[in-house]
């Protein structure tokens, strides 16, 4: 299982557009082949910083992902909302410490 965290910050006035557009693509977004996590997350002090956290089966599912019809036309709206360049980075769980 790969988790997937990507940092994003926008400019003040296009975060109501990120914001829609992510909720149009959403449901395809999590649907994909490989997929079986989603959230989107945002900063506590900062509105114009959001998170995707994702998890995908592997990391051939992630870029299968990342090379669809799908991703290229989310991505290529969503990068001319940022304020900053985005952070990515791939990690695996290795202990989920219990109460």
Request: charge should be negative.
């Amino acid at each position: 299982m790969l988790i997937r965290i990507v940092r994003m910050t926008f400019k003040p006035e296009r975060v109501s557009d990120f914001l829609e557009n992510f909720h149009s693509n959403k449901k395809s977004i999590r649907n994909f082949p490989g997929c079986h996590h989603l959230e989107l997350w945002q900063d506590e002090n900062d509105a114009t910083i959001f998170l995707t956290h994702s998890h995908w089966e592997s990391e051939d599912h992630l870029n299968q992902y990342r090379d669809s019809e799908l991703f290229k036309g989310v991505w290529s709206f969503t990068k001319s909302l940022f304020s900053e360049k985005p952070i990515a980075f791939s990690s695996k769980k290795i202990e989920e410490v219990e109460k």
